[in-house]
């Protein structure tokens, strides 16, 4: 009868000594640019010896070498930087370029970063595969606080009705699954679309104004003018709130910026400039104040 738990044991036992039994990584390349980030802020920044195209952030890692992006990697550059681990990125290395690059010999783990809580167990993970898991553990430990103040902050808050504008032409925005709906949740709003069942759902002006947002976010793009399409709708909520927000590169990685107090919050300030948050980074999520509508409001 014991014999189950007597095998769970052994299986556990093993994997644990063959966990051991491999080093920390001392030569890592990341292969999304929120990896990068990952990696520094779980103590891991001097492990880096390569990354992907668009990585910026922190300062050091910009003048790392490049080996591609999610879809093109140059494998002779990869090759003469001789990494003994590789970060891919769940939900944008493609599997083929996973499974070719581990037919090549390389160690790859793919790091999931899809939810807000997965930046902390990101960051435990990459501690603890570059021997760096206590550092890695209090930063994992710092952001969880935070977020956990900012969720505390506006729980009892009557939640905004915000629209997150990806692009104008065509006109596409997100659903609730996505990780944006969550910074926005967090934040004491409600996505008007969260209901749709696409990631990223293609809608019309008509089904907006139907919505009524109070809040409009869209993405900053260099050159383009995301809310002129809103500007002949007056009466439109967010117009008659002033509430128009621009948010710059919406990766998976939050940036950070203390929350003010206000009304309600979103991902951060930037009245009709741009703003800097980017998604789902180890760094606290930035709130900001936007208008409160009045009380009465329907």
Not at 69 to 81: G, P
């Amino acid at each position: 009868m014991m014999r189950f738990p007597a095998v769970a044991a052994l299986l556990a036992t093993a994997a644990t000594v063959c966990a051991a039994a491999v080093p920390p990584a001392e030569r890592v390349v990341t292969l999304a640019p929120h990896l990068a980030e990952l990696a520094f802020a779980a103590g891991a920044g001097s492990s880096l010896v390569g990354v992907s195209a668009h990585t910026d952030y922190p300062e050091a890692a910009r003048s790392l070498p490049v080996v591609g992006d999610a879809f093109m990697l140059d494998q002779e550059r990869l090759a003469l930087l001789r990494p003994d681990l590789l970060l891919a990125w769940q939900s944008g290395t493609p599997a083929h370029v996973v499974d070719a690059l581990r037919g090549r010999g390389y160690r790859v783990v793919v790091i999931r970063t899809r939810g807000l809580p997965d930046v902390a167990t990101a960051l435990r993970r990459i501690g603890a595969l570059t021997g760096q898991a206590a550092a890695a553990g209090r930063a994992a430990a710092r952001y969880e606080q935070e977020l956990l103040e900012l969720r505390n902050q506006w729980r009892d808050a009557a939640p905004i009705r915000v629209f997150y504008q990806v692009s104008q032409r065509p006109l596409y925005t997100v659903n609730g699954e996505h990780y944006v709906s969550e910074l926005i949740g967090l934040c004491g709003g409600r996505n008007v679309f969260a209901d749709l069942g696409e990631l990223a759902p293609l809608v019309a002006e008509e089904a907006v104004l139907g919505r009524d947002p109070e809040v409009l976010l869209a993405a900053a793009v260099p050159g383009s003018e995301p809310f002129t399409v809103w500007e002949r709708w007056p009466a439109l909520s967010a117009n008659r709130y002033g509430n128009r927000f621009l948010v710059a590169g919406c990766r998976d990685r939050p940036r950070d910026a203390a929350a003010p107090g206000g009304g309600a919050c979103g991902l951060q300030p930037a009245g009709h400039g741009a703003a800097t948050a980017r998604g789902l980074r180890p760094r606290p999520v930035a709130c900001i104040a936007w208008q409160t509508p009045d009380p009465d409001r329907s």
